[in-house]
């Protein structure tokens, strides 16, 4: 990636911080999973939009001191090491970091300790994600308490700590042409493993089975990684939120839920599709779906600069309640059951979250107490669900149904874009596209 994206990512954070700052920014660590072995590395959202270094146990440092030309940025790295590198894979290290990413010095992360406190001395203000990371926290108390304790040698602690993330988390929220450009590459490959599974689908296969199907699609297309666990929930498997065992066997007569998005240089894909393993919807499944998808068209409508997601949610509390009532799964008035939320019991999730570099993104959703309205550059998903419980007080024909349809939209400046449009979501589509599989 074009280290000009990272610097002006930097510049940016660096005229939002009060005159004569510093801001500390740790990378990820490796997690264990087991005694000696580790999850995939993972790089750390905030550390990865500010430079992009990819590996663990780094340190960022920035600094708008005037003595610096109220720019300076520092990279601590693990350091080169012909041992560890035979058996835990290649190490940039510092010397070679300094020409490849976007940083003005780089040094070894076995010297962040001393370098830190000089670093930091003399700054009015410390800009740092307090709680985000122990060890960062532990590293930056020292700190501030040993140049405090040492007035006699000229040391200045900073006198405020200033959460980073107030910035970070704005310039986040609104995604540049770039990031707009990663994520629709995300969105596009998603799409087309949800078609895969789709055309995989029969009732002879397992949940894993699908996901085997969606996760060789995104590697097959260069995303190694999903951006969250995959979801397949096939009958009433996808009335469970997070289902995330996918070991059950698919059956002709039920529905199969997928929640799946890949991951493409850090950006989150996050769609939600729900077909029939057969094929072919019945009639109560058609009906639900019909349900569920004209309330996320609904929504649509209301996705537009200025208006607020809980225009949107509103509306789509209104669309799904009323079709409850009128298929009998809810009793009474509307504006009762609204009222008294009675939907809860069927659509018990919000609509929406911002997209980016995490799947659930960074960013307020109300500012100042208020519903915030959305701007062109937001990246939200817009995702409805209807989820009638296998002992639920309704007709059996509804029992142990789960529907959603999850959709990630590009707030643009008189509207949306749709970026995840390409995975089938009509019933028509969907049967068209399930039909030809076995032609
Ligand atoms: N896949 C997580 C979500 O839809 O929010
Ligand atoms: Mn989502
Ligand atoms: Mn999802």
Known sequence: MDNL???????????????????????????????????????????????????????????NHQEYSNNMSVLFCLDKDPTMEI???????????????????????????????????????????????????????????????????SKQA????????IILDEMRLIKSPYEVEMMRTAATIATQAHVRAMQFAAADKNEYHLEAEIHHEFAMQGAKYPAYSTIVGAGDNACILHYTENNQQLKNGDLVLIDAGCEWQGYAADITRTFPVSGQFSTSQKQLYELVLKAQL??????????????????????ITQGLIELNILKGELAENIQHQTYREFYMHGLSHWLGLDVHDVGNYKVDQLDRPLKPGMVLTVEPGIYIAPDAEVDKQWRGLGIRIEDNLLITTNGYENLTSAAPKTINDIEALMQKKSD
């Open 158 to 165: 900073p006198s405020s700590l200033i959460d980073s993330r």
């Open 5 to 63: 994206e990272f610097l002006s990512r930097q510049k940016c954070l660096l005229q939002q911080m009060l005159p004569n700052s510093v801001c500390v920014v740790s990378a990820a660590s490796l997690v264990t999973r087991s005694r000696d072995t580790e999850f995939p590395f993972r790089q750390d959202s905030y550390f990865q939009y500010l430079c992009g270094f990819p590996e663990p146990d780094a340190w960022l440092v920035l600094s």
């Open 298 to 319: 609904a929504a649509f409508e209301q996705i537009k600069p200025n208006n607020t997601l809980k225009q949107a949610s509103d509306v789509v509390i209104a669309v």
């Open 87 to 153: 058996w835990h894979g290649r190490r940039c290290g510092p010397k070679q970091a300094k020409h490849t990413y976007p940083i003005n010095m780089a040094f070894a992360v076995d010297e962040l300790d001393e370098r830190l406190l000089d670093l930091v001395d003399g700054h009015q203000n410390l800009y740092f994600a307090q709680g985000h990371n122990p060890e960062a926290d532990e590293l930056i108390f020292a700190i501030l308490q040993a140049l405090r304790d040492a007035p006699k040698q």
